[in-house]
């Protein structure tokens, strides 16, 4: 039996024709029918969005849905075929899941878990989880990173300049070593064994990312095996600093 972590709708098998506007992809299904379909990714997906790649589209049975369709799955073609997750809303229900499951023992024992829980200085911004357990533990905050960019077999984040990322690390970091702070990479494919902050598209994302780590600060580059069938969770890549 397959230990799936997370089991994907139906799927719909397609071609990637175009990527525009941030939210909209066209897509050739297997059908011949041509369909507009959500991208509920903002980002550049840099390497990944190539036109005339394979794709896998979820379908809505949402009536009031504009885009009945949502990208889901993008085929890359590096070292060899890999699929590839892109929608950005899934990593952080896989990790709860994941984290209901104990599967990250790197955190040790926790018996609580809350998710969007208000923080920073400004007490404007939400970290992704919040663990807790007895009185002598500190409390964990946790923040999940999307990371679908490589170089090779080497897993980046992140592939553009992110403001909000070098604030989630600014907030983390304030917080220790009062409580201990997690920034967990969701690599969202399964051939990159090795991971290193993108320093190339966010020289300052890679700056602060290595003195939150001198500070104390965990991270945990975690690897997804993503297919058309589920998620599985591979362990974690090797941290390149």
């Known amino acids: 039996m397959t230990d799936w972590l997370y089991r994907y709708p139906t799927l719909y098998s ?14 050739q299904l297997v059908s011949g029918e041509l369909v507009t379909a959500h991208c509920p990714n903002t980002g550049p997906m840099t390497g990944v969005s190539t036109i005339g790649s394979a794709v896998q589209l979820s379908k809505s049975d949402n009536p009031n849905r504009k885009l009945a369709y949502t990208l889901e799955l993008i085929q890359v073609q590096d070292i060899e075929p890999t699929w590839v997750g892109v929608n950005t809303a ?124 001198n500070l104390g600060l965990e991270v945990l580059p975690c690897r997804f095996d993503v297919s058309p069938e589920g998620i599985r969770y591979l362990g974690l890549a090797k941290l390149k600093i």
């Open 90 to 213: 899934l990593p952080n229900r896989v990790v709860k899941l994941a984290l209901e499951k104990h599967l990250f023992p790197e955190l040790g024992d926790y018996s609580q878990v809350k998710g969007e829980v208000v923080y920073g200085q400004d007490k404007k911004s939400r970290v992704d989880f919040y663990l807790t357990g007895s009185d002598e533990q500190l409390p964990i905050y946790l923040e999940v990173k999307n990371t679908t960019w490589t170089q090779g077999n080497l897993a980046l984040f992140p592939d553009t300049e992110t403001t909000r990322g070098q604030k989630h690390l600014r907030e983390l970091m304030a917080l220790l070593p009062q409580n201990r702070g997690v920034m967990l990479y969701f690599i969202n494919r399964g051939d990159c064994p090795e991971f290193a902050p993108g320093d190339s598209t966010d020289p300052v994302y890679g700056k602060l990312l290595r003195e939150a780590i």
């Open 14 to 27: 397609g071609i990637l024709l175009k990527r525009y506007k941030r939210f909209f992809a066209d897509v």
